[in-house]
């Protein structure tokens, strides 16, 4: 079983619709959690840390159920500029390092 | 958010030789930097991590004498990939931490070896 497991999609979606992915992690000692955007043929960056008590940043909403094991990200009212890999990341304290899900490509279309 | 920079962005080089792909926390001083190569539409694999003044540790299946890596200071590594192959063309990216779990990424080195 993979580590850090999302389904890939594509998501093909409208402009201004709301979007969820979901991601769920095995090992049950993970800490720190954390949702990433990849462009094409581009870095990862940051979009945001996921807490337990839910956070939100603008049309960006992450959930964290760590008795399921299980991260989401909401994304409403859809850009064009959303379309990316979301990548869902699980820090490990063992091993001290990121462990990356293979990403989940949304498509927002006019 | 944090800033690191990475150099080259982009380098063809030919089978046999070396390249050396530089990457810097440009804000902030990284105790510890990451290694990571990607495959197009496949997910990062992290290949090292390098802590400052400290032999870097290698992920399994990973050739610590085929890419030797560098943490001379809080803010530079250096990735060295000698004796490159065609097939260790790939996109190679490096991460920096500071104090917190969060990483931020260089902009990627593609490394095209002929």
């Known amino acids: 079983r993979k580590e850090v497991e999302q389904d890939p999609g594509p998501f093909n979606v409208p402009e201004g619709a709301t979007v969820a992915f979901n991601c769920t992690y095995s090992?049950?000692?993970?800490?720190?959690f954390f949702w990433y955007r990849q462009d094409c043929r581009k870095e990862p960056k940051l979009l945001m840390s996921?807490?337990?008590s839910g956070n939100e940043d603008g049309r960006f909403t992450a959930q964290l159920n760590r008795a399921s094991q299980y991260i989401s990200l909401l994304i409403r009212d859809s850009k064009l500029s959303d379309s990316a890999t979301y990548l869902c990341?699980?820090?490990?304290?063992?091993?001290?390092?990121?462990?990356f899900g293979a990403g989940t490509i949304l498509r927002v279309k006019s | 958010g944090a800033v690191v920079s990475q150099h080259p962005s982009r380098v063809i080089c030919k089978s046999g030789t070396s390249v050396k792909i530089e990457c810097r926390s440009l804000?902030?001083?990284?105790?510890?930097m990451f290694w990571y190569r990607q495959f197009p539409k496949k997910s990062l694999m992290l290949m090292a991590t390098?802590?400052?003044?400290?032999?870097?540790?290698?992920e399994q299946g990973v050739e610590k004498d085929k890419f030797l890596i560098n943490h001379a200071s809080l803010t530079l590594s250096t990735l060295t990939v000698t004796s490159a192959h065609p097939e260790d063309s790939s996109f190679y990216i490096c991460?920096?931490?500071?104090?917190?779990?969060?990483?931020?990424f260089g902009p990627g080195t593609r490394l095209t070896v002929t």
């Open positions: 090992n049950s000692a993970s800490q720190s």
């Open positions: 804000d902030f001083q990284a105790t510890t």
């Open positions: 390098s802590n400052e003044g400290s032999k870097a540790t290698y």
């Open positions: 990341v699980v820090y490990m304290e063992y091993g001290n390092k990121l462990v």
């Open positions: 996921v807490y337990s």
């Open positions: 991460s920096a931490r500071g104090e917190s779990h969060e990483q931020y």
